[in-house]
């Protein structure tokens, strides 16, 4: 079973090294009014899903996957996605800089995912609410979270384009 874990391992990393492509690929030289706008105002526009990107892989993902790895039975570090964008004020914050610094980041990571020797990512921290969180969980919802970003950055920019050109956009294909 060694093998199986080893090989979902490593098709999630190089998942996540794909990904960086992709991220930098739909988030590279956008306007800063297409940055900044929303379809509503109760949804992210794309400066502050790059700076939940950010902080998420900082503090989140890799800070968690590393203390489960490395100390399981304590406390996991908490997280606060959800106030930060106010808290951190996502919307004063440097796109141009934020994606760098993500892009950077998310090499940091894959670097370090790739130095890791032989890890037990069956290791598995017990919180009183969600149970067992081991490491293949983590790893598995870094890139499921990829994926879900990656997905509400496309339809944003479709929305978008909907919204600058006006145009109906059936004729391109049901969304």
């Given at each position: 079973m060694a093998s199986e874990s080893n090989f979902k391992s490593h098709f999630i990393i190089s998942e996540l090294n794909n990904?960086?492509?992709d991220f930098k690929s739909v988030l590279s030289?956008?306007?800063q009014q297409q940055y900044l706008w929303k379809p509503a105002p109760d949804k992210w526009c794309l400066l502050e899903i790059v700076c939940h990107l950010l902080d998420e892989e900082r503090e989140d993902f890799?800070?968690?996957l590393h203390h489960v790895l490395t100390n399981p039975d304590l406390p996991l570090p908490p997280i606060?996605?959800?106030?930060?964008v106010t808290a951190r004020d996502y919307m004063k914050q440097d796109y141009s800089l934020i994606l760098k610094l993500f892009l950077e980041e998310?090499?940091?990571?894959l670097k370090w995912l790739n130095s890791l020797v032989d890890p037990d990512f069956k290791k598995a921290h017990h919180h009183p609410k969600f149970g067992a969180m081991s490491?293949?969980?983590?790893?598995?919802?870094?890139?499921?979270h990829d994926y879900l970003h990656l997905r509400q950055i496309i339809k944003l920019?479709?929305?978008?384009?909907?919204?600058?050109?006006?145009?109906d956009l059936k004729y391109a294909g049901e969304w």
């Open positions: 990904n960086w492509d030289a956008i306007s890799k800070a968690r606060d996605p959800v106030n930060w998310r090499k940091k990571s490491g293949e969980l983590f790893l598995s919802n870094w890139l499921a920019k479709y929305d978008y384009l909907k919204f600058q050109t006006g145009q």
